[in-house]
């Protein structure tokens, strides 16, 4: 199976800064990787697909970009409400495997 | 408006069995695959199963194939996760979750529900 590592586990982050989130696949996964962002006691929501296509109402400060192994989410000017648990998931082929997951917090 | 209501968790003993359910509304439940992902306290997401929309096809992770069984009743709107044998290790909140509609074969996830809480204990 496809192992998905993130990096860092905690990052810390000033509010209006900028945050950069690394995700890496273990054997290629192409462009097929989803981003997805997880407040303490909800559900996950779809933040990027395709690598770099935004969900539904997904704020432009989201960016992502990669291929292959090597994948990154970005946060410009970070507001108070980004602050979550943010993770990477390959749907390249079964089975879907999903990071462990990186905690953005406000330094 | 999409929602998910997943049910059917519960405190359940090492060996026994459980089967979740979740109930959709606001699209086309039959137009969709459906997921289950599990999140044990304090962890991260695990990705458990996913069903295609007309049931023909599944999928499961190793950690619960032959112990965990998907299935969908597209006339009642429902997904399901009947467990059984279950361990310690399948303690989480288990989420029910929708395929994007439009993603073809690939399966990423745009409305999910709020979970519902397996503890397997003695």
């Known amino acids: 199976e496809v192992v998905m590592t993130q990096s860092p586990g905690t990052l810390s982050v000033s509010p209006g800064e900028r945050a950069t989130l690394s995700c890496r696949a273990s054997q290629s996964v192409s462009t097929n990787l989803a981003w997805y962002q997880q407040k303490p006691g909800q559900a996950p929501r779809l933040l990027i697909y395709g690598t770099s296509t935004r969900a539904t109402a997904i704020p432009a400060r989201f960016s992502g970009s990669g291929s292959g192994t090597e994948f990154t989410l970005t946060i410009t000017s970070l507001q108070s409400e980004d602050f979550a648990v943010y993770y990477c998931q390959q749907y390249n082929e079964w089975p879907i495997t999903i990071g462990q997951g990186t905690r953005l917090e406000i330094k | 408006e999409v929602q998910l209501l997943e049910s059917g968790g519960d405190l359940v003993q090492p060996g026994g069995s459980l089967r979740l359910s979740c109930a959709a509304s606001g699209f086309t439940f039959s137009s969709d695959a459906m997921t289950w992902v599990r999140q044990a306290p304090g962890k991260g997401l695990e990705w458990v199963s996913s069903i295609s929309y007309n049931g023909d096809h599944t999928h499961y992770a190793d950690s619960v194939r032959g112990r965990f069984t998907v299935s969908r009743d597209n006339s009642k709107n429902t997904l399901f996760l009947q467990m059984s044998s279950l361990r310690a290790e399948d303690t989480a909140v288990y989420f029910c979750?929708?395929?994007?509609?439009?993603?073809?074969?690939?399966?990423?996830?745009?409305?999910w529900g709020q979970g519902t809480l397996v503890t397997v204990s003695s």
């Open positions: 979750a929708k395929k994007v509609s439009d993603s073809g074969a690939y399966y990423f996830f745009d409305y």
